[in-house]
C-alpha cells in the first residue's frame, strides 16, 4: 500500500505510514471521483549512482532530473503530486479532466523516458489509468488506479514504459505497444494485463484520416456551405463560415466533404488543445501544403516582407514579429494563393485557438479584399465562452449549428459500419442519439468486446472533460440535475445545492444550454422548469463524478424535495427508487440505514402492488424484487416475495417463480402467517401447472387444502385464488361446468375482499368456461352486459367484455367487429407483460378465425404462441397450440405439415389432458382421409368422438361429430347423417349458427332422397 501522504511503500496490512505515520485507511474529504491517469517514474540504479557519483555533482544531476520530469509533465498537463525520493509520481486529470488524458500521459511518459538519458540516467515507468477520488481542488487521490500505476513501474524494466490496460484502449489508436505476459502484481489478486510502449505513431496530418463511413445525411447544411462557397467566387468578397456543434456531432466531417467537393485549392490547418509555441500551428501546417512560400507569395516588397512575417510566426526565423504583423503577413498569402484559384481555407477545432489566433482568423475575413476566399471553421460551443461575438450577426458570416442525425441516418450509418443484426443497429442507434462519434465507438466496443453495450472509456472520457471544463459552480449544477435523471428540474437542482448557491443556479443553467449540455425541457412538477441532459451519456458522466457518499445523501434531499412538491401525487416508485439509490450506496460504503431501506422498499412494494393491480406484470415483478431485496430478514419479506412469485410466473418466468414462492411458503410458515403461506402455496402450484412436472391432481387437492385451512378465518382472497386454481384444474380436465362454479365461487370471494383488482381477475377467469362451454350464446353475451354493468369503470373490464362478445358474435356469424376485439383484448395483455396468458390469447383469435374460416390469419396468430410456448419451455400448451395449428394449414392444403403438427401434439400432450386426446386425433382423421386412407380416417375420428363423450366443451365436441360425419360422407356410410345430426344438436344448444349451418350443409349433402337438378 502506497502511503498518501508521503508516497512511502507500506506493507498492506499497516495501518499507518512507517515513514510519516498518517493513517493509511483515512479516505481523504472525498469529493469527486473522477477517472484519471496516474504516472509512476524512477529513476534505476540510483544506489550505484551514488557510489560512482561525487557528492555536489549528484545532487545537481538529480535536481535536473527532477526538473525535467516536473517540467514534461507539467507541459501535457499533468500535476505532479510529489516526489519521492528519485520517484515522481503525477495525475493526468486532476483539478480538470482531458478527453485526452490518457494520451498524453504516455506522450510524458516517453519524454520523460528519453530526457533523462540524455542526462546519463535511466528509469522505468508505469502508467495506469482508473477511477479515483479527490478532494475538490486537491490533487491528492486515492484509488486501486494508483496502487496499480506505482506496481506496473515496479515491474518495468530499465528504460521501459509499461501501460495499463484501461490506458492502452485509450491511447490505441496512438501508440504502438506490445502486450507483455499477464503480471502478478503485489497486491493484486488476479493476473493484471499490461502492455510495452514502443513509440507513438505518427501524427495524422488533419483531414487525412483514413474514413471508416460513407456520409450520410446534413443535405442542406453541405448545401449552404457550397453555397457560401459560391458567394465568395461570385462576389470575391471573403466569406466566413463555422461549423458549431457538441463533440462527435460530426463538424470535422461536414468540412471533409465540402473539401472533397470544392472546387478551389483548399489549405488545411487544425488549433492544438495543448502544447508549446501552438499559437500558430495551424498556419504552420498550412505552411507546409503550400512549400515554398515565397514563390507563392506575389514579387515586390510586400512580398517578402509577409515570407519574412510568416516566418517569423512559425519558428523559421529568429526575427520576431506582433501578432498584428503576422496577420497581416498571412492575409498577402492567402490574397496572393487566392487571386490564382479560388480559395477554401479551414481551420479546424478553433475552440481551442489562442486569443491572438481567433483574432488573426477574423482580421483575414474582414480585410482581405477582392478574392474569391472561404475560411471554414470548426469549433465547439466553448468558443463562444473565449468569443461570444463569433456569432453575432455578420454580412459575410454563416454560423451552422449541427443538430444530431436523424434516426434514419444513423441507422444507415451503423449498418455502413457493418453492424447488421436489427437489434443491435436499434439498440446503438437508442443510444448514441444522432451523435455519429458515438455510433462509430458503441461499433467498434461492441465488436471488440463481442457483448454489452457499455460506454466506451473514449466516450467517457470526452463527456467527463466536457463537465471538467466547467467553472465549479456548474459542474455542481449538473451533478445536482442528474441526481433526477436525464430530465431535471431547477427547483431540484437548487435544493440539492448549499443554501449559499441557490441563488445563482438560474444564471448557471442558461450557461449549460448555451454549452449544449442541456436544454430546456417540459417540466413535470408544476411552476417549476425542466431541462434535460443533452444526451443520456452527459448524465451519466455527470453523476459518474459524485462520490458515492454523497450520492447517498443527495438521492434522499432529492425524495424530500419531490414529496414536498407532489405531496401525495408524488409517484411511489419514483421516491422509492431514490430512497433505493440511497440506501444501495450508503451499503457500498459499509453505512447501510436500514431505515432508508424499509422506506423504499415500502413504497417501492405499494407501486409494485399497482402495478399488479393494474396487471402490469413485468413491472410488479421488477419492483417487489427490488423491495424485497431491500429488506433481507424483514416480517413483510415473505409477503413481498408471494406477489413476486405471482408476477413472475405471469410473465413466463416459472423456474424464478418457484424459487420465490418456495422461499414464500417456507417464511410464511416459520412466520405463523398462514394467509401468506397459502397465497403462496396456491401460486405455487398454480405455477407447478406450467411446467413440465405439472400434475393436475396435486393442483386440485392444494386448492381444496387452501380451502379448507382459511375457510374459518374467512380469508377471501385466499379462499377466491383457491377457487381459481380449482378452476383451472378443471379446464385441464376439460370439464367445462365444474370450471364454471368454480370460477363462480373465486369471483364471489374476491367481491368479499373489496379488492376491484381481484374482483376482475377472477371475472376474467370466468370467460373459458363461457366461451366454451354449454353456455349458450345469447347467455354469453349477457355475461358480457353485466360485467360492464358491474365493472365497466375498469378499462381492461372494457378490453375484456368486448373480446367475449367477439367469441359469440363470430359464433352467430357476425364476424365485423369481431377480430378487432378479439385481436385488441390480446395486444392489451401483451402491454401488460402477462406473456402467458398473451400465448394463450391466440386461442381466443384462433376461435374467431375458425369460424370465419380466415385461415391465414388463424396460423399466423398461432405460430407466434407456438414459438412463445416452445421458448418458455411449456410443453403441455403448446401441445394443443400445435393441434390448432394443424387445422390451419390443412385447411390451407399443406396435409404433410399438418400430420407432423398432429404427431407433435400427440407426443407433447399429457396424458390426463382430453382436450387435447380428442384435438389431435381429430387433425390425424382429416390428415388421413385426405391422403386417402379412409379406414385410418374413419378409426380415428370415431375415436375422437368417443373421448369426447368426457370434455365438456360443446362447441368443440360438436366439431369432432361433425369430422366424422365428414369422413362418413366420403366413405358413403349413411351414419354420416346421424353424426351430423348430432353435431346440428350440440350447436343449436350452444346457439352456435354457423356451427349449425355446417352440420345442416352436411345433412343436407347427405339427404336420403337427394332432389336432383
Ligand atoms: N454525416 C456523417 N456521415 C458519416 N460519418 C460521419 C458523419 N458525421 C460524422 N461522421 C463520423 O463521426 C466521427 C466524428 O465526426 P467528427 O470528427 O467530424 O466530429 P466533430 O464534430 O468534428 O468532433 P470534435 O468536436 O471532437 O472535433 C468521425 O469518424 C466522422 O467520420
Ligand atoms: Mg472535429
Redesign the pocket.
Known sequence: MICPSCGRENADDARFCSACGSPLEVEPAADVRKTVTVVFCDLVGSTSLGERTDPEALRELMSRYHRELRTILERHGGSVEKFVGDAAMAVFGLPQVHEDDALRAVRAAIEMRDAVATLGLKVRIGVNTGEVVAGAGETFVTGDAVNVAARLEQAAGTGEVLIGAATERLVRSRIRADATEPLALKGKSELVSAFRVRELRDDIPAFTRP????????KTELARLEQALETAVGTRAPQLATIV????????????ELIGRANARVLVGRCLSYGEGITYWPLQEMVSQIGDVRAALEEGPDGDLAAVRIAGAIGDSDTPSTPEEIAWGARKLFEAIARVDPLLVVF??IHWAEPTFLDLVEYLTTFAQEIPLLVLC?A?ADLFDQRPTWTAPRPNATVLM?EP?SAD?CAE?VS?LGESSSDTVERIVETAEGN??F??QLVATLAEEGAGLEVPPTLQA?LTARIDRLAEPERAVMERGSVEGRLFHRGAVAALLPEPDRGEVGGQLLTLVRKELIRPDHAIVPGDDGFRFGHALIRDAAYDEIPKRQRAVLHQSYAAWLTSRLGDDAPDEIIGYHLEQSYRYGAELGAADPVVGEWAADLLARAGEAAHARGDMHAAANLLGRAADLIPGHPRRPELLAGLGAALHATGEIERARSMLTEAVSLGNAAGDGHVEWLARIELAATDLESESGDVEEAFREGKAAIAARESAGDHEVLARAWHLIGTTHNWRSQAAEWRDASEQAVTHARETGDLALEVRMAIGLAGPIVYGPVPVDEGLRFADDLMARLGDVPEVQGFAAHVRSHMRARLGEFDGAFEGANAWRHHIHELGQDIMFAGTAACVWDVCSWARDWTHGEQVLRESYEMFEQMGMNARRSTIAAHLGEAVLHQGRVDEAASLSIESEQLGTSDDVYNDMAWRRLRAKVASARGDLDQARALAEHAVEIAAGVGFLDEVALAWLDLAGILQVVGDPEARRAATEALGLFERKGNLVGARWARELLDQTSPSPRRA
Request: aromatic share 2%; hydrophobic share 40%; proline share 12%.
Open positions: 474514413i471508416a463511413a460513407p456520409f450520410v445525411g446534413r456543434g457538441p463533440p462527435g456531432i460530426g463538424k470535422s466531417r461536414l468540412a471533409r479546424d477545432d470548426t465547439r449541427l442525425l441516418d450509418l455502413d455519429p462519434l455510433v462509430e470526452l
